[in-house]
């Protein structure tokens, strides 16, 4: 909770409210000794019975009780005046920045993918403002979801297709489908994987920090419509980093795929352990952040006045019937 914006308006409602109790005390004071009071001989005696001592003290009992209902709702009410409410820093660079999770499904990455989406389940859970989206490819792409905030949104997609890595042969989050065209005789496309999630990008207009995690083992079968290196121009042309996860990272499958992201100022890590996911996403956290430019953070400021208003409209709920029952 942040502190009170314009705490000097509370301090200055509380002021109002007690000059005004004060006035009214002393006027109070001054109606008790007016001139045109009329004064009764010996009432000290009427003042000393039980009845009247009594009475006094139910009296007293009720102003006490008033004054505390209001009090109860004057306290609230001056809180919410000064603007109670939250303060957060955000990143500018980093709420425009995109990343693109780009998946192999082909039979060879079915464990590798497991682990790496349920790992990005969990790391989604402390972003703040970047935009994450989701391809799937064999021989043909699916956008499994484009490029989002809602995180909620991210969460439940990545843990339901996780999960669907588990499941041969559909299921609400098979990962697979749509991604093999039985007519074409070719697996594990890269390139052409790799140049769909390039082209699932938005706002190609505007100068947004882009990456793409590719997830594959780069073991191709047939010819797609891009090669590698083809796909790979069009990531450098949209200024798109290639950050690469291999499942197998030796021999000449993993040299090429290491060449082509290093081409667009990325890299590539082997996986060889599932785990291995958590330490590749902070390393291109870090390669990410050394590309943006230094930008003064923004502190957006959040008002919470529900609570006090809430407290402030309970106090006048409870007054009102107090004052009718006293009137009566």
């Given at each position: 909770?942040?502190?009170?914006?314009?705490?000097?308006?509370?301090?200055?409602?509380?002021?109002?409210?007690?000059?005004?109790?004060?006035?009214?005390?002393?006027?109070?004071?001054?109606?008790?000794?007016?001139?045109?009071?009329?004064?009764?001989?010996?009432?000290?005696?009427?003042?000393?019975?039980?009845?009247?001592?009594?009475?006094?003290?139910?009296?007293?009992?009720?102003?006490?009780?008033?004054?505390?209902?209001?009090?109860?709702?004057?306290?609230?009410?001056?809180?919410?005046?000064?603007?109670?409410?939250?303060?957060?820093?955000?990143?500018p660079e980093?709420?425009?920045?995109?990343?693109?999770?780009?998946?192999?499904?082909?039979?060879?990455?079915?464990?590798?993918?497991?682990?790496?989406?349920?790992?990005?389940?969990?790391?989604?859970?402390?972003?703040?403002?970047?935009?994450?989206?989701?391809?799937?490819?064999?021989?043909?792409?699916?956008?499994?979801?484009?490029?989002?905030?809602?995180?909620?949104?991210?969460?439940?997609?990545?843990?339901?297709?996780?999960?669907g890595?588990?499941?041969?042969?559909?299921g609400?989050?098979?990962?697979?489908?749509?991604?093999?065209?039985?007519?074409?005789?070719?697996?594990?496309?890269?390139?052409?994987?790799?140049?769909?999630?390039?082209?699932?990008?938005?706002?190609?207009?505007?100068?947004?920090?882009?990456?793409?995690?590719?997830?594959?083992d780069?073991?191709?079968?047939?010819?797609?419509?891009?090669t590698?290196?083809?796909?790979?121009?069009?990531?450098?042309?949209?200024?798109?980093?290639?950050?690469?996860?291999?499942?197998?990272?030796?021999?000449?499958?993993?040299?090429?795929?290491s060449?082509?992201?290093?081409?667009?100022?990325?890299?590539?890590?082997?996986?060889d352990?599932?785990?291995?996911?958590?330490?590749?996403?902070?390393?291109?956290e870090?390669?990410?952040?050394?590309?943006l430019?230094?930008?003064?953070?923004v502190?957006?400021?959040?008002?919470?006045?529900?609570?006090?208003?809430?407290?402030?409209?309970?106090?006048?709920?409870?007054?009102?019937?107090?004052?009718?029952?006293?009137?009566?």
């Amino acid at each position: 909770m942040g502190g009170l914006t314009w705490w000097w308006l509370t301090l200055v409602v509380l002021l109002a409210v007690l000059v005004v109790g004060g006035i009214g005390w002393w006027a109070a004071g001054r109606e008790r000794t007016a001139p045109d009071a009329v004064l009764v001989a010996h009432s000290r005696r009427l003042t000393q019975l039980p009845a009247y001592r009594a009475a006094l003290s139910r009296q007293r009992v009720r102003l006490l009780g008033i004054g505390a209902i209001i009090g109860f709702t004057v306290l609230p009410l001056a809180v919410a005046a000064g603007r109670p409410g939250t303060t957060e820093t955000i990143d500018p660079e980093k709420n425009n920045r995109d990343i693109m999770l780009c998946l192999d499904v082909s039979g060879s990455m079915y464990r590798t993918d497991k682990a790496v989406l349920e790992d990005f389940a969990e790391i989604v859970k402390n972003f703040r403002g970047e935009r994450i989206g989701l391809v799937l490819w064999n021989n043909q792409a699916v956008t499994a979801f484009p490029l989002t905030d809602d995180y909620t949104l991210v969460e439940e997609q990545l843990t339901g297709y996780a999960e669907g890595f588990s499941i041969f042969g559909g299921g609400q989050y098979d990962p697979t489908d749509g991604t093999f065209n039985e007519r074409i005789y070719a697996s594990s496309q890269v390139g052409d994987g790799l140049a769909s999630c390039v082209f699932n990008f938005d706002h190609v207009d505007q100068e947004r920090p882009r990456a793409i995690i590719l997830g594959t083992d780069n073991e191709v079968h047939g010819s797609g419509v891009y090669t590698l290196s083809e796909a790979t121009e069009l990531a450098k042309e949209r200024k798109i980093r290639v950050y690469g996860l291999n499942p197998m990272p030796y021999g000449s499958h993993h040299s090429e795929l290491s060449a082509a992201t290093e081409e667009t100022g990325g890299r590539t890590w082997g996986l060889d352990q599932p785990g291995a996911t958590d330490e590749v996403t902070s390393n291109i956290e870090k390669l990410e952040a050394a590309r943006l430019p230094d930008v003064a953070p923004v502190h957006v400021r959040t008002d919470l006045p529900t609570i006090w208003l809430s407290l402030g409209l309970l106090g006048l709920v409870a007054l009102y019937p107090v004052l009718w029952w006293w009137r009566r």
